[in-house]
């Protein structure tokens, strides 16, 4: 059978008309599966960011491990790109840090945390 390696991920069979085999996609897990046991916990929100420089943002919850965050930016109203990357610099249990230097009375920052209880 013929066989195509896309990265360590993606493996593809190609669809054969004598065997009548169709597509088969392997894609890796968003996050590693959670132990037996152990259930994702998730939380997020969205904070206001009217000043340049760090700003820290705490969880509406508390954390028992330290959760992987992920930020986006959302600028209300503008339709152009913003003009520097948020940068996460530390996270705790209680909350992060990011850094950049934008900021105005409509640019927010969006965020997930995602841990195992």
Known sequence: ???QQYGPYFTYYPYMANQMEPLQQQFPP???PFPPGRQPV???GSALKNRTGPLRIRFNRRFS???TVVVAPF???Q???VAFI???TDVTTTGFTVVSDN???NYFVNWIAVSQE
């Open 75 to 77: 600028w209300r109203g």
């Open 42 to 44: 998730i939380d997020s």
């Open 86 to 88: 948020e940068t996460i």
């Open 30 to 32: 968003f996050f590693p």
């Open 79 to 81: 339709n152009s790109q």
């Open 65 to 67: 491990r330290v959760p």
């Open 1 to 3: 059978m013929f066989r």
């Open 103 to 105: 900021a105005a009375n």
